[in-house]
C-alpha cells in the first residue's frame, strides 16, 4: 500500500545531497533528542557552504544567516516529529535527507509510525492541506494557552506552512506485513 | 528567580519585572514545562505595570518554545492593565518570524 499526499516529488536524487540516519534502538530517546538539535545544526552549517556570504555585501550575509536559521528549524521539528511518532515497535531507521536544487532545498524525513495512529495523522494532514495556516496557528496558539496540560505543541508543521512557506507532502507506505511496519516520508520544498 | 538547563537559561528579575531568556537550543521533553508555568503563573501574579520578555540573547526555539512563549503573552493579555514590552533580535533570523506570530497573540 502506498498513499501520498500533498506535494510529494519521487525522483532520483540531485547531484548533491546529505543523508544523517539513526537506528532507532542504539540510543535511548532522551539522549536521541538532542541529537535532533545537534543534526539539524550540522545540517544547516554544511548548506552554507554552498550559499557564501560576502563579507562586503551585507545581503549577502543577511541571506546566508536566513537560509541557516530556516535549515536548523525545519530539520530539528521535522526530526523531533519523526523521533517522537517513531513507532518503537519497529526497528525501521529514521533518516533525514536535504537535497540541494538549483532553485531550492527539499528536506525528506522517513520514519515508521505505528498503524494505529496513521488515520488521525492522516486526517490531520487532510486538515494541514486545506486550511489557512496562519488561522490555523493562531488557533493552535490559543488551544496550547488554554490547556496547561498539553505538551504537545501541534505547531511544527504548521510553522513551516506558516513561516517558511513551504510545500509539504506524505507518502505513506507499509513495508512490512505481519506485523505490519508503516513508513512515511514527510517532504518538505523550500524556494531559496 | 532562574531556570538553568543545558539548553536554555531563563533568569526573571522582580524589580524590573523583566524574563530574560537565552540559549541556543529547544525545549525536549514534557518534564521541562513544569518549572516555566510556575515561573509564568509568577510572573504574571505581579502587580507590576510592566512586563518584559528579553529575548534578545535567544538563539533558537523550537515549536514548543514558540507555543512555551506565546502562553507566556496570553496570559499577560488577560491581566488588563498589565502592559507587555518584548525585545527581541533583528540579527536572529527565526526572531522575526516568530514575533510578527506572537504579536498577533496580543491584539
Known amino acids: 500500500m502506498i498513499e501520498i499526499f500533498g506535494d510529494f516529488i519521487e525522483r532520483k536524487n540531485s547531484q548533491e545531497y546529505l543523508i544523517v540516519g539513526f537506528s532507532p534502538s542504539s540510543i535511548p530517546l532522551k539522549q536521541r533528542w538532542r541529537n535532533n538539535g545537534l543534526s539539524a545544526d550540522f545540517l544547516a552549517d554544511y548548506l552554507t557552504t554552498f550559499f557564501p556570504g560576502n563579507q562586503d555585501d551585507s545581503s549577502s550575509l543577511t541571506r546566508q544567516a536566513e537560509i541557516k536559521s530556516a535549515v536548523s528549524y525545519i530539520a530539528n521539528e521535522l526530526l523531533e516529529n519523526a523521533m517522537k511518532f517513531n513507532d518503537e515497535n519497529s526497528q525501521y531507521p529514521i533518516n533525514i535527507k536535504l537535497q540541494l536544487k538549483k532553485d531550492g532545498l527539499i528536506f525528506s524525513v522517513a520514519n515508521s509510525i505505528s498503524p494505529l495512529t496513521v488515520g488521525k495523522f492522516q486526517r490531520y494532514i487532510q486538515k494541514l492541506l486545506v486550511s489557512d495556516p496562519s488561522e490555523m496557528y493562531i488557533e493552535k496558539l490559543e488551544k496550547n494557552a488554554a490547556d496547561e496540560s498539553s505538551t504537545d505543541s501541534g505547531l511544527g508543521l504548521l510553522t513551516m506552512l506558516n513561516d517558511y512557506s513551504a510545500k509539504m507532502g506524505w507518502k505513506f507506505e507499509t513495508v512490512q506485513k505481519d506485523p505490519e511496519v508503516i513508513a512515511v516520508t514527510t517532504m518538505v520544498q523550500l524556494t531559496v | ?107
Open chain 2, 1 to 107: 528567580m532562574e531556570i538553568q538547563t543545558e539548553q536554555y537559561h531563563i533568569c526573571y528579575d522582580r524589580e524590573t519585572a523583566t524574563v530574560s531568556f537565552s540559549g541556543s537550543r529547544g525545549l525536549s521533553g514534557p518534564e521541562e514545562y513544569q518549572p516555566i508555568a510556575q515561573l509564568r503563573g509568577d510572573v504574571v501574579d505581579v502587580e507590576a505595570g510592566k512586563i518584559t520578555l528579553n529575548l534578545q540573547q535567544l538563539e533558537f526555539l523550537n515549536s514548543s518554545g514558540i507555543s512555551m512563549m506565546s502562553k507566556f503573552i496570553i496570559e499577560v493579555r488577560k491581566k488588563a492593565r498589565v502592559q507587555m514590552a518584548v525585545q527581541g533580535s533583528q540579527s536572529i533570523a527565526l526572531q522575526a518570524k516568530s514575533l510578527k506570530n506572537l504579536q498577533q497573540c496580543l491584539l
